[in-house]
């Protein structure tokens, strides 16, 4: 399953130190599906996030340890224009890594990166 998702292109790009290795992948997506479980997300969320991180460790190359706002931010930056949904997109990842991130090593990577819209108020008592 790894190699149709074309992991092995991803993970040869990446810096020596931190090749991507397939059972690490696996080892991760694991974790991250048991905690998906464990918090009672529904399948389809657990579906979602699941395809999101897969494509981001893909993408970055790197051991999911080893991952850093940085690549989050990175990955971000480039999936924001490939499609007419990519801010859908960005969400998806970012709430992904989130989740993954925070259940899986205790570290939030990305706590400097809101992806929101910027949103008016309506409503009684708003001026706009």
Same mark, same amino acid.
């Given at each position: 399953?790894? &190699?149709?998702?074309?992991?092995?292109?991803?993970?040869?790009?990446?810096?020596?130190?931190?090749?991507?290795?397939?059972?690490?992948?696996? #080892?991760?997506?694991?974790? !991250?599906? #048991?905690?998906?479980?464990?918090? @009672?997300? =529904?399948? $389809?969320?657990?579906? *979602?996030?699941?395809?999101?991180? @897969? $494509?981001?460790?893909?993408? !970055? +190359?790197?051991?999911?340890? #080893? !991952? #850093?706002? =940085? /690549?989050?931010? /990175?990955?971000? *930056?480039?999936?924001?224009?490939? =499609? $007419?949904? +990519? !801010?859908? $997109?960005?969400?998806?990842?970012?709430?992904?890594?989130?989740?993954?991130?925070?259940? *899986?090593?205790?570290? /939030?990577?990305?706590?400097?990166?809101? &992806?929101?819209?910027? =949103?008016?108020?309506?409503?009684?008592? %708003? %001026?706009?």
């Amino acid at each position: 399953m790894i &190699c149709e998702l074309g992991l092995g292109n991803a993970a040869s790009a990446a810096p020596a130190h931190a090749l991507l290795d397939a059972s690490e992948m696996d #080892e991760f997506l694991n974790r !991250v599906r #048991e905690e998906l479980i464990l918090r @009672r997300y =529904s399948r $389809k969320t657990a579906k *979602v996030y699941l395809g999101a991180l @897969r $494509k981001f460790i893909g993408s !970055v +190359g790197k051991a999911p340890e #080893e !991952v #850093e706002e =940085s /690549d989050l931010r /990175d990955y971000l *930056v480039a999936i924001a224009g490939t =499609s $007419k949904d +990519g !801010v859908s $997109k960005m969400r998806q990842a970012r709430n992904a890594a989130r989740f993954a991130f925070r259940a *899986v090593f205790q570290r /939030d990577i990305a706590a400097g990166l809101g &992806c929101r819209s910027r =949103s008016t108020t309506r409503g009684p008592g %708003s %001026s706009a």
